[in-house]
Structure formats: C-alpha cells, structure tokens
C-alpha cells in the first residue's frame, strides 16, 4: 500500500485511540500567514466532546496546542479582520478573536 503523504506532520495523536476519537479537521490561513487548526475530540472515553485549537507560524512544520473549546463540529473561519470558529453543542456556538497575533487562543470563564 502506497501511504497518502511520505512526509507529514502530527498535530496530535489520541493516547487511546479505541475509544478517544479525532475528527472534524478545520484549517483556516490568516492574512499574516499563520495558520489556524481545529478538530474534535469525541467517543466512548470522552466524558463530552471537546473542539481544540492550533496555530502553526512555519507553514505547518510545527504546531502549537493553544487551547480548547466546549463545542464540537468547528470551522474556523476569516471574515474581516476576525477569526471565527463556529460549532455546536446542543445549539450554535461561536468564538471569535479580533488580534491576529492572539489569533488561535482560546480562554474559558
């Protein structure tokens, strides 16, 4: 079998894969040039579902885990000078951040 990529780069990696599952990938390039990453953490070894946050300034050599977020099904996004992930958890849910140096931190109250 042929692989899909001879080169690539692991943004994370599940330490139990049977029952901690990775999906919905998100990729968003901001103007700087900084690249954004999303995806969800899910399955039977979750107690709910979370959606993480990554940034990569190198072209996605190397990825930084900037935070997590309580909603799942993201999809960052660019509009104006803002980015957005939006997602759901039982009804719509939105971050946004208006500082693209900060862009790709989360906080949580």
Same mark, same amino acid.
């Given at each position: 079998?042929?692989?899909?990529?001879?080169?690539?780069?692991?943004?994370?990696?599940s330490?139990?894969?049977?029952?901690?599952?990775?999906?919905?990938?998100?990729?968003?390039?901001?103007?700087?040039?900084?690249?954004?990453?999303?995806?969800?953490?899910?399955?039977?070894?979750?107690?709910?579902?979370?959606?993480? =946050?990554?940034? *990569? +300034? %190198?072209?996605? !050599?190397?990825?930084?885990? $900037?935070?997590?977020?309580?909603?799942?099904?993201?999809?960052?996004?660019?509009?104006?000078?803002?980015?957005?992930?939006?997602?759901?958890?039982?009804?719509?849910a =939105?971050?946004? *951040? +208006? %500082?693209?140096? !900060?862009?790709?931190?989360? $906080?949580h109250?």
């Amino acid at each position: 079998m042929k692989p899909l990529a001879d080169e690539f780069v692991k943004m994370y990696e599940s330490n139990d894969p049977s029952s901690i599952f990775c999906y919905s990938p998100g990729l968003v390039r901001l103007t700087s040039g900084r690249l954004v990453a999303t995806m969800d953490i899910g399955g039977p070894g979750v107690k709910q579902p979370i959606g993480k =946050i990554f940034t *990569s +300034d %190198d072209k996605g !050599k190397t990825w930084i885990h $900037r935070g997590d977020f309580p909603f799942g099904h993201a999809r960052p996004f660019v509009a104006g000078k803002s980015l957005y992930v939006l997602g759901h958890h039982g009804d719509l849910a =939105i971050i946004r *951040s +208006d %500082d693209e140096e !900060k862009a790709g931190r989360t $906080r949580h109250p």
